[in-house]
């Protein structure tokens, strides 16, 4: 069982910027991708980015450009840079990992962390 643990979270004025962790207890080069999800209230979550074992990224739309993903494998952390921050952005930020073939996926989350984004 992996776990997941987020920090960074925390609330900020437009444009301002945070920085996202999520710690591994195993090694995250293992995993297919890592992935970071976020849930507005009273919507469903939504893929926001990912990386993959490889270090290929890809963002939403709403946020490509503004966001960045990386992972540490040494540190079995992936962070989320969050730039140029809308109130938009307001949401439970969760840690998603991957692993195994599709047959035999795992997959694991964090607690989340909340993001609110001041206007």
């Not at 540490?72 to 952005?89: F, G, H, I, R, S």
Request: proline letters at 3%; a positive charge; charged letters at 20%.
């Amino acid at each position: 069982q992996v776990q997941l643990v987020e920090s960074g979270g925390g609330l900020v004025q437009a444009g301002g910027s945070l920085r996202l962790s999520c710690a591994a207890s195993e090694n995250i080069f293992n995993m297919n991708a890592m992935y970071w999800y976020r849930q507005a209230p009273g919507k469903q979550r939504e893929l926001v980015a990912q990386i993959t074992s490889g270090g290929w990224t890809a963002y939403a739309d709403s946020v490509r450009g503004r966001f960045t993903i990386s992972r540490d494998n040494a540190k079995n952390t992936v962070y989320l840079q969050m730039n140029e921050l809308k109130p938009e952005d307001t949401a439970v930020y969760y840690c998603n990992a991957k692993r195994g073939p599709l047959y035999l996926r795992e997959d694991y989350w964090g607690q989340g962390t909340q993001v609110t984004v001041s206007s």
